[in-house]
């Protein structure tokens, strides 16, 4: 048997009223379930009740009605709502400024048991002081804006005998279901990219590379993947892409999927690139004249990089008798200071343009370290951003 609950309700006079009951442990959308509710001046008075509250699918009237079912879960959720129109004439108070004191029950029919009493409470009509002209109309509560009460059907509230064999049988293959997918989603780790590069990651502006290869790894085996979104061949084994005569900056976004992961599709995307940079050179020249720098005698320093930072530290033996010279595009900013072995120097500086070795025409800032250091001196240069 069911031991009814205590439910107060407390009613605005003249005020429409929502009361949502979220009710935990049975699915009330079964066909053959049904509820009926009454206000009466007190317990078992007789005649007429004060609000009739029978089963509604309306929620603009005086009734009870099912909001809506939760069976996403282990046990199924279903949300009342006792709904009390505006319009309803509820009897004075005894005494003038106090509230009407009235009784209520809720009386639920499941399919193959007697209708039972699930709540019981008091009713307080309170008075009001500022009226509207007209009532305002009841207005249904969103399924997510919560409950008002709580009721939670387990064994230490209601028996066994409460369900049918249907819904018994019914909760426990929803159960196993929940328990199967569990352990499903706990042994399938999920689906993630562990690491992606690009190979190469960096060219010279205004070079073609004539392949350009993404490589990545993943925790298991997708249904789908795809590459700045075109499918990617084999994409459940696939693990590398080579493409053909890169021109410039790309990025390249991949997105793997797994159609079958526990629970619904799983995904993961990541993004690595390929960048076109100009070059900073570095070593000896025959020439202290800036001027007289010529882009042949630039490209042919012996240490070049991809100049992305300013900032960098460069160890090497002159090639040849000359001067020693730093040159970086003019797009990056001037380093702070030079230090030649430890000690700092201060540079002559020549900007002008060269010509790379891809051809492209490049603004330069020339800057000139030393006085002439002979063939195979070893340099320490820490140039600093």
């Known amino acids: 048997m069911i031991d009814a609950v205590s439910v107060p309700l407390s009613i605005d006079r003249g005020a429409p009223r929502v009361l949502r009951i979220s009710i935990t442990g049975i699915d009330l959308s079964l066909s053959g379930t049904s509820w009926h509710a009454q206000v009466r001046l007190y317990p078992d008075a007789a005649g007429a009740p004060v609000v009739d509250l029978p089963q509604t699918t309306d929620g603009t009237v005086s009734g009870v009605r099912l909001a809506g079912t939760d069976l996403t879960g282990l046990l199924p959720v279903s949300f009342l ?6 319009s309803v004439n509820f009897p004075p108070a005894s005494e003038v400024g106090d509230n009407a004191d009235l009784a209520w029950d809720l009386f639920v029919t499941v399919p193959g048991l007697p209708s039972t009493k699930w709540i019981a409470g008091p009713v307080a009509v309170v008075g009001t002081v500022t009226k509207e002209a007209t009532p305002a109309p009841l207005v249904a509560v969103p399924l997510n804006g919560g409950s008002d009460y709580a009721l939670q059907f387990v064994a230490a509230t209601v028996s066994i005998g409460m369900a049918t064999i249907d819904q018994l049988s019914d909760l426990v293959a929803r159960a196993k279901a929940e328990a199967d997918r569990s352990e499903a989603a706990v042994n399938y780790g999920g689906l993630r990219i562990t690491s992606m590069s690009v190979s190469p990651s960096q060219a010279e502006a205004g070079a073609t590379v004539a392949t350009v290869t993404v ?10 993947q795809t590459i700045n979104g075109g499918a990617v061949a084999n994409p459940v084994t696939a693990r590398s892409v080579s493409y053909s005569n890169i021109g410039g900056t790309t990025n390249f976004a991949l997105v793997v999927t797994d159609s079958a992961a526990p629970g619904g599709a799983a995904s993961a995307s990541q993004t690595a690139s390929i960048t076109f940079l100009n070059k900073g050179h570095a070593g000896t020249i025959t020439t ?8 042949a005698a630039v490209n042919g320093m012996s240490q070049s990089w991809f ?5 960098r530290t460069l160890s090497f033996a002159t090639a040849a008798d000359g001067y020693i010279w730093y040159s970086q595009p003019a797009s990056l900013p001037d380093p702070t200071a030079f230090k030649l072995g430890g000690f700092a120097v201060t540079p002559g500086i020549a900007t002008r343009s060269h010509t790379t070795a891809t051809g492209q025409t490049v603004l330069y ?21």
């Not at 490589?215 to 789908?224: D, E, M, V």
């Not at 100049?307 to 900032?311: E, N, P, S």
């Open 215 to 224: 490589a990545y790894t993943l925790t298991r085996n997708p249904t789908a």
């Open 288 to 295: 202290s004249n800036g001027a007289a720098v010529t882009s």
């Open 307 to 311: 100049a992305d930072v300013v900032g």
């Open 365 to 385: 800032r020339d800057f000139l370290l030393s006085d002439l250091v002979a063939a195979g001196t070893n340099v320490l240069l820490e140039v600093i951003a």
């Open 81 to 86: 709502d006792v709904q009390v129109a505006g």
